[in-house]
């Protein structure tokens, strides 16, 4: 058994009385893909923005911990300290810097691991321009990676749809983080996309040695991939599993599934 | 034909609305009114033949663009290609350097004035241009950093040179000060905040006489020394030009990199989308106030510079409508565009200077201008095209290997 | 004590009026998400129409109610029709520009018509007429609270209760709001947008030459100048009460006038103004919305 | 970049263009508020000027040149009084009538002295202007503000007879200033105390919560430093709230507009203003020189615009040319018939000759109180 | 009933749709797939006139509309359920239905809708006074549907009905386009991504590629075709 790198526990978010999240418990272990499911509004994303600090839960732990490093518990931080503790995300609709080019919304990912400061973007010194050189390689490798060369120099609204979503991937591991975190990826894909994201997910868990936690609606991706899938619905967990035991729960056919 | 009625329509249109004000005038006291038939002609006829102007241009406007796209323009060709780009800017500062020598000392002083708000637009741009927040009261700062070369120069004999860094210093403080609370606010909320910082400010100059003395003013501020020389004043005002030349150099260069920088990078995003950015771990609120207290900066330092150039400052030089005259130069210039920033600067300012014939005309045209400018090109001047990054060379050396 | 109750009555009257120009600007906030910065020139158009129209038909040897009934007619007519047009020639064209163009047109209109005015009529304060009867009734409080501030108090809440109901039970209202929350939904659901936006500026424009016949009998003064303070500072109070919020701007309004009148009365009449910004960003600041308006939660 | 140089080119043709034409008149410069929310104050000064320069030049010219006028707006912005200052200077002024605003003046001086250029403005009466002697090239043909303010305590106390004083401004330059000195004098005075100093906001739309405060203040008169639209507001609540406190203000207030504005509820204010001028011939000849011309009463300042142009040339044509210390040495020495009395200057450049009375108005007119 | 003849639309200066010409016969499902930015989004706003075709025609019952407002042409009897389901958020669901009928005068026949809508909804009626924003996205997409035949349209478009939904919701709003298209005789213009759903519930269908129709057919023969499949329905 792996070493945990997410645990959450008893998550809990209200809003006005209503609970939107209710005592879910989660987690992700190293080196995992793990898929979050369930019917629109069961309270996904949500949990999502508790956990990247866009929220702050009312009630639960969200503990991380960084491989090599002790648990910390991150209720309540600032979205951009989060992230720069190593847990990156995409966004459900896509969230990208529109009028920068592809190649400078992976550079803006870069940011909480460079350090120029006002001073340095004056007057350019060699540190600077040598972490700006880097910023740049690191990037359009990135892009590379995620099969975005072709559009390096292209602005990010300019983009067909699933380049976009694989933009937003790349921005986001520009971060560097050691658990990736995807709203609904495969999102207004064709199938023939969806396969290829299917690929690039898991390449990318091989290559960079990290976790991820994505929430899907395409059973077909979250089969392939996932090696452990949770379930909620009205904000509580109903199933935990293994690709094959969520499949045949009786509760996730007749909440979500449905029967064929 | 359409057209025709269409053009009488609007014709008549603006005879019946303009009719009270255009046509009557009366006089109370006397009980006489006068009658102006004659301006009802002439917005007649005026409104008949701007409406087909009107017609053109929109026409022009809704299918234009198409060429425009195709080809580079030539803005973008001689500010990115070194070739052109070294040539013209070396041009342009031989005519700046010339300019003063070959003119009456009023248009140099116009030209300062012109130059105090390329460099304010320029400050207000890193604000509103590249981090997309609306500040309305940018004057603030632009009083702080007068206010404190006229104060310290009055009580303490400070030197020009002493003050320009210390006004560049207080506005960045303001600028913080500012900041810190208001930042969470957005949009049009931010907006009216920092409208009413700006007023809050010139209220205390007027009302504090103590320490500012009030509406008064304060008068005989220094010329500026050149090396411990005192200087006459009308070869202050050569020097304060050469001054402002190299501050609005330095100013282009500061502007461009760090437009092009991490930092710069972090606004445009924050611009683009809050919520990303923070996902990106950029820290909202220290980008934030690096904007906002870079901006402030530059509007301290210019005010320093604006007290020496004028020897008398009081508070009815920063009201809200100056705020909005550079706003406005941000926005026609093109927001974000350097290039666009100055061109408009020079527009705004200088016309209503040469527009000095028709003074009476002169506001009217101006308000005028900045509509239609808005609904013809909204884009402003020259729309801000971002630099690419070069990445070809790395590809290549990638190879190479 | 009394002291006290005068200073409330003031501020009572000083927060009607401004509410009278507040509820136009927040009625256009609410659809085009638009300072319209031209809405105070107006209200300064309205009272200038309106002293035209009083002035002749006093000549004309006409009296009393008559008079401001006619000159607030005509004034509503040319305020409503400067507003549609306004609309039209400055907003219309940049529906689809980025949002700061439609600001710095509205400055420009601004700027404009107070120097179109200050053109066709002169730079000077004109006497505007006390077109407002003296009640019988209010004679024994005339000297703590007159006839024209009993009047604006009253038109102001009732302008505030017609608009709520208009905005909140109308088809019209419905449509208004729908428009505001989307535009193109509104459109594929039959919505002529362009109409709405239109006579939201007309309402609005309308209640401005309301306020401004009102006002400028109160004052018993004019120039080309006043829409721009009045504008600024009823801005300051829509916002305050939370910008796209009928109530709002009322209590927006009602709070700045107040807190000017206390602050006049037990502090000093220098610093009214700075105490009104300041309230206003320590309320935007704990009230990132105003104190009716809601925050908007982004969606992620 | 040809655009550039044909600019370029385009103005230095533009300002050589401007200096050729130079030497055969004199140029009297007129600077004021020509456009803007101020216009109303310097307008009449250019009517002035062209009316008496019209006069001059029917008569010969001043050294047997024509005088040629070159109007120049500041629009009351010392920022853009700078430029319109250095602007007559370049295109040649000798003399400068003007600038109408103390802030803007006080800006525009330096350069004029740089030139050398004398500058008399009808308007600008803040006390710093001539008493600090840092403008040795200014002059007024009006008095300055602290003569009205002492003219002013002094009437409300002794000649009204008020104990406790409230003394209110605008903000303004011009206000604060006036309402300054007023203060300093009561305070002076053992027989009156100040209750109330406070500045109201020109343009608010209403004053109830000061007029309730200087009611509060158990006040038994005003001094008001500012202008008339918001004196005519203030007193209008005054009287509205049935309030009958004593109501003395400056030579902002005495203006006709005041009355005609403030109608009934002017009856009984007192204001200070130039000395009664009305009986004078050259006076009443200006007054139907305007009548005839703009078919309207002149503005404000409009008898002090006169006075200043008539001086000013006066002075030039005795000295026998444009030579600053000559024309400096004239302005000093010889007296002057003009619309305002007959008028010399003083060391500092105050006009010697006029001087302040108090008005009262009395059946819708200002009637001098001797 | 609907006849689009090689209509060209553009987005400023960005061409959108280069040429497109569909037919829809009156009580008809034809769905129009393709890929993301292929143009289906920009074919519906064409039709309703949000975004007016720069050349080309759309004729709805031998009527030109291509140059009608938007209202003008949901008054003939075309309502669009756009994509992203676009419910006002801050209208409750009755004002959200309410605004459906906002061109309609006949009370009695609103009603009649209304009840119509509620029956094919019943979780509507339950949610009532609540404010459109704070429905669950099952529950949007069925105001919004709803709320488009409250203006009892001839021809209904639907934009991406299915789009983040989940796989039991997506099934029962299929059922439901089947009932309308059944039992009220709405001619149905479906736009769909989930291929494999429209191609089952429509008669013929489209297939889109940047801008322009590449494959008209039966859906069943589409649904057969070797590419469609490697393409559309991941098979």
């Not at chain 1, 896509?94 to 973007?121: D, P, Q, S, W, Y």
């Not at chain 2, 208001?182 to 049009?188: A, I, N, Q, T």
């Not at chain 4, 409300?156 to 406790?164: C, D, H």
């Not at chain 4, 409230?166 to 300054?180: C, P």
């Amino acid at each position: 058994m792996a070493d945990k790198v997410l645990d959450v526990k008893a998550l809990t978010k209200t809003f006005g009385g209503l609970k939107a999240v209710d005592s879910v418990d989660l987690d992700v272990k190293k080196g995992e893909i793990v898929a979050l499911i369930g019917p629109n509004g069961a309270g996904k994303t949500t949990f999502f923005n508790c956990i990247t600090g866009i929220y702050t839960p009312t009630e639960g732990d969200v503990l991380i911990i960084p491989p090599g490093e002790d648990p910390e518990r991150i209720n309540g931080l600032k979205p951009n300290k989060i992230t720069s503790k190593g847990m990156a995300r995409t966004f459900q609709n896509i969230r990208l810097f529109g009028n920068m080019t592809a190649l400078e919304n992976v550079m803006v990912g870069c940011h909480c691991r460079t350090k120029a400061n006002i001073i340095g973007a004056i007057f350019r010194g060699p540190s600077t321009l040598k972490e700006e050189r880097e910023t740049i390689q690191k990037s359009y490798d990135l892009l590379k990676e995620v099969g975005l060369t072709e559009f390096v120099n292209e602005q990010a609204k300019n983009l067909p749809y699933g380049a976009q979503r694989r933009l937003e991937i790349a921005r986001a591991m520009a971060t560097d983080p050691f658990l990736l975190l995807l709203d609904e990826p495969a999102a207004g894909m064709n199938p023939q996309e969806t396969r290829d994201l299917d690929e690039l997910i898991t390449k990318i868990r091989e290559d960079y040695e990290l976790s991820i936690l994505l929430i899907e609606h395409d059973m077909k991706l979250v089969m392939n991939i996932s090696d452990r899938i949770f379930v909620v619905d009205y904000g509580k967990k109903i199933a935990e599993g293994t690709p094959r035991e969520i499949k045949d729960n009786p509760a996730v056919i007749k909440a979500y599934l449905g029967e064929d | 034909m359409k057209n025709l009625k269409q053009s009488i329509l609007i014709s008549l249109w603006f005879i019946f609305l303009t009719f009270p004000l255009m046509v009557i005038r009366v006089n109370t006291v006397e009980q006489e009114v006068e009658w102006r038939w004659m301006n009802m002609a002439f917005i007649g006829v005026g409104t008949f033949v701007c409406s087909y102007i009107w017609r053109y241009l929109m026409a022009r406007k809704e299918k234009g663009g198409n060429e425009e796209e195709s080809k580079i323009s030539w803005h973008q060709t001689l500010t990115t290609e070194k070739k052109y780009a070294i040539p013209a800017a070396a041009l342009i500062l031989v005519i700046a350097f010339i300019f003063p020598h070959i003119v009456t000392e009023y248009r140099i002083n116009t030209m300062i004035s012109a130059l105090i708000y390329v460099v304010l637009g320029l400050g207000l741009n890193i604000v509103v241009g590249l981090a997309g927040l609306l500040d309305l009261g940018y004057v603030a700062f632009y009083a702080v950093g007068a206010y404190s070369y006229a104060l310290l120069n009055h009580h303490f004999g400070l030197s020009f040179w002493a003050c320009l860094p210390l006004g560049a210093l207080l506005g960045a403080f303001f600028g913080i000060l500012l900041g810190i609370p208001v930042l969470r606010l957005r949009g049009d909320y931010l907006a009216i905040v920092t409208l009413g910082f700006g007023e809050i400010i010139r209220l205390i100059l007027e009302n504090w006489n103590e320490f500012s003395f009030g509406p008064s003013g304060i008068a005989n501020i220094s010329n500026p020394t050149f090396f411990g020389q005192e200087i006459s004043r009308s070869g202050g005002i050569l020097f304060i030009y050469y001054l402002m030349i190299a501050l609005v150099i330095f100013t282009i260069f500061v502007v461009n990199r760090l437009q092009n920088s991490r930092l710069g990078r972090s606004w445009v995003a924050l611009r683009e989308d809050e919520i990303a950015c923070q996902a990106m771990g950029i820290d909202r609120m220290k980008t934030k106030l690096a904007a906002f207290a870079l901006g402030a900066t530059w509007a301290g330092m210019v005010g320093v510079i604006f007290a020496a150039k004028t020897s008398f400052i009081n508070p009815a030089s920063f009201t809200f409508l100056e705020s909005a005259i550079i706003l406005s130069i941000v926005v026609l210039g093109g927001m974000g565009s350097i290039l666009g920033v100055i061109l408009a600067a020079f527009v705004l300012i200088l016309l209503p200077e040469e527009l000095r014939a028709f003074s009476e005309y002169r506001m009217l045209i101006f308000g005028a201008s900045m509509v239609l400018m808005m609904v013809f090109r909204p884009q402003g001047i020259i729309a801000n095209v971002r630099r690419s990054y070069e990445y070809h060379g790395l590809d290549r050396a990638e190879e190479a290997k | 004590m009394e002291y006290f109750f005068e200073l409330f009555l003031g501020g009572l009257t000083r927060g009607s009026i401004y509410a009278l120009i507040a509820l136009g600007y927040t009625m256009v906030y609410g659809i085009i998400e638009l300072i319209n910065f031209a809405h105070g020139e107006i209200y300064m158009i309205g009272a200038f129409t309106a002293l035209i129209v009083a002035s002749l038909l006093t000549m004309a040897g006409m009296d009393g109610m008559a008079v401001l009934a006619l000159s607030m007619v005509v004034a509503i007519i040319y305020a409503g029709a400067y507003g549609f047009t306004i609309e039209k020639i400055a907003y219309k064209p940049l529906r689809q520009a980025p949002r700061l163009s439609p600001l710095i047109s509205a400055i420009g209109m601004s700027i404009f018509l107070q120097n179109y005015v200050l053109l066709a009529q002169t730079s000077d304060f004109l006497p505007f007429p006390s077109l407002i009867p003296e009640f019988s009734f209010m004679e024994p409080y005339e000297h703590v609270f007159s006839s024209s501030e009993l009047v604006i108090v009253v038109v102001t809440a009732v302008s505030m209760l017609v608009l709520t109901y208009l905005i909140k039970f109308t088809k019209m209202g419905k449509a208004m709001r729908a428009s505001a929350q989307d535009r193109t939904m509104a459109m594929l659901a039959g919505i002529n947008v362009n109409r709405i936006i239109s006579t939201t500026f007309i309402i609005g424009s309308t209640l401005a030459a309301v306020g401004g016949v009102l006002i400028a009998s109160h004052i018993g003064q004019i120039n080309f100048y006043i829409g721009f303070i009045a504008g600024i500072k009823a801005f300051t109070a829509a916002v305050l009460g939370g910008i796209g919020s009928i109530p709002g701007a009322v209590l927006g309004s009602l709070v700045l006038g107040w807190t000017e009148s206390f602050a006049t009365g037990y502090v000093s009449s220098d610093y009214e103004d700075v105490f009104a910004f300041t309230l206003l960003v320590l309320i935007l600041i704990f009230r990132p919305a105003g104190i009716l308006g809601k925050t908007k939660t982004q969606k992620v | 970049m040809k655009k550039l140089m044909t600019i370029s080119v385009a103005a230095l043709a533009l300002s050589l263009a401007g200096s050729a034409l130079a030497a055969d008149t004199i140029k009297l410069g007129v600077a004021g508020p020509h456009s803007g929310d101020l216009a109303s104050y310097g307008i009449p000064t250019v009517r002035a000027a062209e009316l008496a320069v019209a006069d001059i030049n029917a008569a010969g010219g001043v050294l047997g040149k024509q005088v040629e006028l070159l109007v120049e707006d500041d629009v009351c912005k010392p920022e853009i009084a700078t430029n319109t200052a250095s602007k007559l200077v370049s295109d040649g002024a000798v003399v400068v009538l003007g600038h109408i605003c103390s802030g803007a003046t006080k800006a525009a001086l330096g350069i004029y002295n740089d030139a050398k250029v004398i500058v008399m403005s009808p308007s600008a009466t803040n006390p710093a202007l001539t008493q600090s002697g840092d403008y040795p090239n200014f002059y007024r043909t009006i008095a300055s503000d602290d003569l009205q303010a002492k003219l002013g305590a002094e009437f409300a106390v002794n000649t009204l007879g008020a104990k406790k004083v409230a003394v209110i401004h605008d903000k303004g330059d011009y206000g604060k200033g006036y309402a300054e000195f007023a203060k300093a004098f009561l305070e002076k005075m053992d027989n009156a105390e100040v209750v109330l100093f406070e500045g109201v906001t020109p343009g608010a739309v209403d004053y109830s919560a000061i007029v309730q405060k200087i009611k509060h203040s158990g006040a038994d008169a005003v001094i008001y430093g500012g202008y008339h639209p918001e004196a005519s507001k203030i007193v209008t609540q005054m009287r509205k709230k049935k309030m009958d406190t004593y109501f003395v203000s400056d030579d902002g207030v005495k203006d006709d507009t005041f009355i005609k504005v403030a109608g009934e509820y002017a009856e009984g204010v007192y204001a200070s203003g130039p000395m009664d001028v009305s009986s004078l011939e050259l006076y009443q000849k200006a007054l139907k020189e305007h009548k005839d011309k703009f078919g309207e009463e002149p503005g404000a300042f409009f008898k002090e615009g006169y006075a200043a142009t008539v001086a000013l040339m006066n002075a030039i044509e005795k000295a026998g040319s444009t030579d600053y210390a000559a024309v400096e040495a004239k302005l000093r020495s010889e007296y002057v018939d003009t619309p305002v009395g007959s008028i010399s200057f003083d060391e500092k450049g105050d006009a010697i000759g006029v001087g302040f009375s108090m008005y009262k108005v009395t059946d819708g007119k200002y009637v001098e109180q001797k | 009933m609907l006849k689009i003849e090689n209509i060209k639309t553009f987005y400023g200066n960005i061409q959108a749709l280069k040429g497109v010409t569909i037919e829809v016969s009156e009580g008809e499902v034809i769905t129009l797939i393709g890929a993301n930015g292929a143009g289906k989004t920009t074919t519906l706003m064409s039709i309703s006139g949000v975004v007016p075709p720069r050349s080309g025609e759309i004729t709805f019952k031998g009527e030109k509309i291509h140059k009608k407002s938007p209202d003008e042409i949901v008054k003939m009897g075309i309502s669009q359920v756009p994509e992203g389901r676009r419910i006002f958020p801050g209208l409750t669901v009755m004002e959200n239905l309410e605004m459906g009928a906002f061109l309609r005068t006949d009370k009695a026949g609103i009603k009649e809708d209304l009840e119509y809508v509620l029956e094919l909804f019943p979780i509507l009626a339950e949610r009532k006074g609540q404010a459109g924003g704070t429905l669950s996205g099952g529950e949007q997409q069925m105001l919004a549907i709803s709320r488009a035949l409250m203006a009892k349209p001839k021809l209904l478009l639907l934009d991406e009905p299915s789009l983040g939904l989940a796989p039991l919701i997506v099934k029962r709003i299929f059922d439901i386009i089947t009932k309308i298209n059944q039992e009220h005789n709405t001619t149905i213009f479906l736009v769909e991504q989930n291929a494999n759903m429209a191609l089952q519930v429509a008669h013929r269908g489209y297939v889109m590629e940047n801008g322009a129709i590449t494959l008209v057919d039966d859906a069943k023969k589409l649904a057969a075709n070797e590419e469609v499949k490697k393409a559309y329905l991941g098979i």
